[in-house]
């Protein structure tokens, strides 16, 4: 089991990277500046001629290079949730898209639990106080749990400049302490980002440069990304619109320069299950369907501790 590792009274300064609105900055000065710094000796991803269109990016590469096909990339079975943990090996339990709808989900065992956005329904502040209750029920013997710098789970109407006292203290009961390149006690660097556009919701870009830009600050070295969308071909398709709905700039920044060992995201309900690249798992744990029924259980994924842990 875990537990809550936030203090709901006290909004702390260091776990505004980590609020599900927009409160604070999502990337520190610093985390900026290192970024340019190290622009110039790394992999530079520019934006794809298909950024506007990933159902058309994806006939593309599927057609040219085959990349979202076998053997380059395979359907992954989770592990049970009754299987026993592997010695040596950190358990991640991975949800996301609950939309207030948590009292069905079965929660198993887990060392880390990830959840990729969408928590709430509405983005009221009763909510948000709801989410923090169940996973202090949900996590009440230890472990740590990781959410995304920028779900979009408040309209943008919520995200003012000036919030208001109830919604402050609200989203500060589920900020953890983790900032972008913490290390986790297990030693796992997590990275946490936000999303493209998305209608009106709160803390959202389009799709091309500004979206870019933010997946250019993910370091090197991030052994878990969490972000709301899906990188493109990877769990992403809508099959009501016939459409794939990926990034193609978070799609290439993973396989090309990040390399994580886990993705985990959500937001396409329809798309729930499991990838892998060979070097990348990708986790869609969205545990709504596309009719908002919390059928979908939770993710588990195991994955060897680092040795300098």
């Given at each position: ?45 520019e934006?794809d001629?298909y ?17 979202f ?68 029920r949900?996590?009440?013997g230890g ?19 000036s ?44 799709r ?6 933010k997946?250019?600050?993910?370091p090197?070295?991030v052994?878990i ?9 990877f ?7 016939m459409?794939r709905?990926?990034?193609?700039e978070?799609?290439n920044?993973?396989q ?21 690249d ?7 744990a ?24």
């Amino acid at each position: 089991m875990w537990r809550a590792r936030w203090d709901p009274g006290v909004l702390k300064a260091e776990a505004l990277a980590l609020l599900p609105c927009g409160l604070g900055m999502a990337f520190s000065q610093s985390h900026v500046m290192a970024a340019r710094r190290h622009q110039h000796s790394r992999l530079i991803i520019e934006v794809d001629e298909y950024s506007s269109n990933p159902t058309q990016a994806f006939t593309f590469y599927n057609i040219n290079q085959g990349r979202f096909q076998p053997p380059h990339v395979q359907m992954v079975d989770p592990v049970p949730h009754d299987a026993p943990k592997p010695p040596g090996y950190t358990r991640f339990v991975c949800v996301s898209d609950t939309h207030s709808r948590t009292d069905p989900i079965q929660m198993p065992y887990g060392d880390v639990l990830i959840h990729a956005g969408d928590f709430t329904e509405l983005g009221l502040p009763s909510e948000v106080k709801k989410f923090n209750e169940w996973l202090g029920r949900c996590w009440a013997g230890g472990g740590h749990a990781l959410l995304p710098g920028g779900p979009p789970d408040l309209p943008r109407s919520h995200c003012s400049a000036s919030p208001t006292p109830a919604l402050v203290s609200a989203l500060t009961c589920v900020c953890d302490s983790f900032r972008l390149g913490d290390v986790l006690p297990k030693g796992f660097r997590p990275g946490l980002f936000m999303q493209p556009w998305f209608y009106g919701w709160g803390f959202n870009l389009p799709r091309g440069q500004a979206l870019l830009e933010k997946w250019n600050l993910i370091p090197e070295g991030v052994d878990i990304l969490i972000t709301h969308g899906p990188p493109l071909g990877f769990l992403d398709w809508v099959p009501k619109k016939m459409q794939r709905v990926g990034c193609v700039e978070l799609l290439n920044t993973v396989q090309r320069r990040v390399q994580p060992r886990l993705h985990v995201f959500g937001h396409i309900h329809e798309g729930y299950g499991v990838m892998a690249d060979g070097t990348t798992t990708y986790v869609n744990a969205s545990v709504c369907t596309v009719n908002y029924q919390p059928v979908n259980p939770p993710i588990v994924i195991d994955l060897p501790t680092p040795r300098n842990s």
